[in-house]
């Protein structure tokens, strides 16, 4: 029997003062450089101008990421290891896919408010979206291996172990990339998209 996928828990989860801010300057850099392509030019969007926008030295951007590209896109320039420490943060006893799902949210910015803008501006330049590509094959490696990794301590033996890590980090990149297409385009909040696509998924695997 096919157990129905479990409904996602609240995904905001406290954090401490410190990482608060970190993710708060993260997503200011992000901003920022989004605003400044959209509204002027991908040229005009120096590094400088985007920390300045950001209220942080131009130090300060480089702890968060390697090149303006990349705070285009809000990818920071250790997503592989995020995504380990991320999985490592999860109870040991948390439902896989749980984890997984708190993960996937939890890493990429999805902030319904630069959606709109993020689209426009890979559509206006393509060649910046090919960066999705790579940031999403090196997180997905680093998350098969901790999904991997979880599954072996559960008894599950390695090769079995590393075929359904495989279907679980495609499945849980999917079910949340969905979900927040159709938070954006219906207007829902992104837990109530979410819990609609795993509700669909459950009842097409179970029929």
Known sequence: MVRKAPALPQTQ???GLREQKKRQTSRDLHRAALHLVHEETLEAATIS??????GVSQRTFFNYFPTKEAAILGIPNDIDKRVIAAFAARPAGEDVW?????????????????QDIAHAVYARYPEIAKGLLDAALKSRHAGIEAVKKRLIAQGIEEDAAEDRAHVLIELGNATVATAAHMARSKKMSQQDALDFVQSILAETVTR
């Open 13 to 15: 989860e406290p954090c």
């Open 98 to 114: 749980i984890s997984i799902l708190h993960v996937v949210m939890g890493i990429f910015d999805r902030d319904p408010e630069n």
């Open 49 to 54: 101008r985007i920390a300045e926008l950001a």
